[in-house]
């Protein structure tokens, strides 16, 4: 018998015999089995530093990730579901909050990495998001621009891409949105009869490259009882095809779901469309009232 020693603590005994020859074992065996015994307590150590680091960075991404905001008339359902390899924690968030003109933000964004600097990274990212768009009522395309300048001085984060809104209703009671999208996956509009359009306007690089580029923005009238759809590349990579394949996928099933209730759009969607890859996935629906049919989920 072997102890198996960690790092702090006695883990385990190792224990030993023989089948076809019985007999005891010499002295000469024993550095073998110290050998065996001490590869095991590091093998075990490892994983006990692993389940924990991966608990700890789902916990923190399920604590940052808000609340959506009650917006009279809008309805939102939002979704996070973390990568089915424990070691692939990644940096995919989602967020909406209020403005201080009476508008609403929306972004879904990834931060490059699948650990716990990942999430880290996420959570200063959507933060000074907030900050920049609480402060400045400028369009998304500064807002996203003010965000690019600072994160290589102030932040951990190297890369990411982000797709940043702001909807607002317009007077005759309709509501307006305007994005601009840093190198992210394009929203996705299905009206209430199941027409999809990709919104791929108001498209530029990713944020972190340096390279201080111009933003567009881009503006749509959404139509009444119609569903948006923000998420991550997650829900559109599969290993071994392209990503139009993927679009592809995503814009059917959205479709065939464009008259369920936003709750069930949502789950149902990631049921059928999550493909059995390594990759997180934050989703955030959003649907405009007017004629959206709420049969059975």
């Known amino acids: 018998i072997v102890p198996i020693r960690g790092t702090r603590e006695v883990l385990g005994a190792l224990t030993l015999g023989r089948a ?8 000469p065996d024993l550095p073998l089995f110290e050998d065996i015994a001490r590869r095991a307590g590091l093998a075990l150590d490892n994983a006990r530093l692993y389940q924990r680091q991966r608990a700890v960075a789902e916990t923190m991404q399920k604590h940052l990730l808000p609340q959506m905001p009650r917006v009279p008339g809008l309805q939102m ?14 940096g995919d968030w989602y967020d909406a909050f209020s403005l201080s003109d009476g508008a609403t933000a929306l972004a879904v964004g990834d931060v490059v990495g699948h650990d716990l600097e990942a999430a880290a990274g996420m959570a200063q990212l959507r933060n000074m998001l907030r900050a ?26 190297s890369m990411a891409t982000l797709v940043f809104a702001r909807i607002t209703r317009t007077d005759d009671g309709l509501w307006r949105l305007s994005w601009t999208n840093a190198g992210h996956p394009p929203p996705l509009l ?14 530029s690089l990713l944020l972190g490259t340096g390279l201080g580029t111009s933003r567009p923005d881009a503006t749509v009238l ?3 009882g119609c569903t948006l759809l ?12 392209t990503l139009d394949e993927g679009l592809d996928r995503l814009r059917q099933h959205a479709a065939a779901l464009a008259h369920r209730p936003l709750p069930a759009f ?16 934050a989703l955030l629906a959003l649907r405009t009232p007017g004629g959206a049919s709420h049969g059975p989920g």
Do not use: C, K, N
């Open 20 to 27: 076809d020859a019985p007999g005891e074992f010499s002295t």
């Open 77 to 90: 359902a939002v979704r996070y579901l973390p990568a089915p390899d424990a070691s692939q924690v990644g």
């Open 132 to 157: 920049y768009a609480w402060s400045q009522q400028e369009p998304p395309s500064r807002v996203v621009e003010r965000l690019d300048e600072a994160i290589m001085p102030i932040t951990d984060v």
């Open 190 to 203: 299905v009206t209430r009869e199941g027409l999809t359009d990709y919104l791929t306007d108001g498209h």
């Open 222 to 224: 959404l139509p009444p």
């Open 230 to 241: 923000l998420y991550t590349d997650g829900l559109i990579e599969v290993p071994g095809h």
């Open 266 to 281: 949502a789950d149902q969607l990631l049921h059928r469309v999550r493909p059995p890859g390594l990759d997180d996935v």
